[in-house]
């Protein structure tokens, strides 16, 4: 049985056979947090915070002059 630990919260995610060879993004299923992991032979072999975490970008509007 293959876990690895979430990077954010330390909650253990079992990732189960499917994943002995698996590289793409993974899901918390606590604290919702995505990660890409990739996981060769039942191995962890690295692990990264994903760009996208779910929050919507923020939009910066440019100000207009007030005159
Ligand atoms: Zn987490």
Avoid: W
């Avoid at 499917?18 to 919702?32: F, I, T, W």
Wanted: hydrophobic share 35%; aromatic share 4%; glycine share 8%.
């Amino acid at each position: 049985m293959n876990n690895v630990h979430c990077m954010f919260c330390g909650h253990a995610i079992d990732l189960g056979d499917a994943y002995n060879d698996y590289e793409g993004p993974l899901r918390c299923s606590v604290c919702k947090s995505l990660m890409m992991v990739r996981v060769e032979q039942g191995h962890l072999r690295s692990m990264a915070a994903s760009p996208q975490v779910g929050a919507a970008p923020k939009v910066q509007r440019s100000q207009s002059p007030t005159t």
